[in-house]
């Protein structure tokens, strides 16, 4: 595998259940951040980690849960959704968190998630 | 805040015809741009960037000028392919501080059509 993968890449999911999405970089970055794509929006940042820590925190609501266990890993732990969560979902990865010039990501191919 | 607009779509073209994609920005300092392109069922890959005024990013055909005097960073390519249709999102990353953070756009998509 190269890249960023992300699994799976479609979950149908009831308001009741609880879920995660699974996300592993092959690249040898340090830094993870979770996006939502909804159509018609800008991509929303919702979770940034540097080295496993969580250094961001876009005012997501607690039923989204990140966790990063190592630098090429990054999960999403979903409980009690809403339909309007319904979105895809996408993971990145780069080098760095960045200085000045910024260090480009590479993103997955999301996971398209229904909520019903 | 930072912000990134662009045009909305979906822009239609035949092949072979001239594209540009406009893009205006937001921002305090001096960000860097990009622009990422979003093929059907996959996630967003880096087309091109600039990282200071003046300066051009190309990639597959495809040129950015940054121009800090008109806050802009449109996207043009000469001749356009129907492999070409796609969403066209435009960024910014601006420096916080705290690290590095991308501002996009609500993405553009293009049609191309033989």
């Known amino acids: 595998e190269t890249g960023v993968t992300q699994t799976p890449r479609h979950l149908v999911m009831g308001m009741t259940n609880k879920k995660s999405l699974k996300c592993e970089q092959h690249?040898?970055?340090?830094?993870m951040y979770w996006y939502k794509q909804s159509a018609k929006k800008p991509l929303e940042l919702m979770f940034v980690y540097s080295l496993e820590e969580r250094v961001e925190n876009n005012s997501v609501p607690s039923r989204f849960s990140p966790e990063c266990p190592n630098s090429s890993h990054l999960f999403l732990h979903l409980h009690t959704l809403q339909p309007e969560d319904s979105a895809l979902y996408l993971c990145a990865s780069s080098q760095e968190i960045g200085g000045p010039l910024g260090y480009e990501q590479y993103f997955g191919p999301g996971t398209r998630l229904t909520v019903t | 805040g930072d912000s990134v607009t662009q045009m909305e779509g979906p822009v239609t073209l035949s092949e072979e015809a001239f594209l540009t994609i406009n893009c205006t920005y937001t921002a305090t300092g001096y960000p860097s741009l990009f622009w990422y392109v979003q093929y059907p069922g996959e996630g967003l890959q880096l087309l091109l960037k600039?990282?200071?005024?003046?300066d051009k990013g190309s990639n597959k055909g495809f040129e950015a000028t940054y121009r800090k005097e008109t806050t802009s960073f449109h996207l043009e390519k000469g001749s356009v392919q129907v492999s070409d249709s796609a969403v066209y999102f435009c960024?910014?990353?601006?420096?916080?501080?705290?690290?590095?953070?991308?501002?996009f756009g609500t993405g553009t998509q293009l049609k191309v059509e033989l």
């Open positions: 600039a990282t200071k005024a003046d």
């Open positions: 690249l040898g970055h340090n830094a």
């Open positions: 960024a910014l990353s601006a420096y916080t501080g705290g690290g590095n953070k991308l501002t």
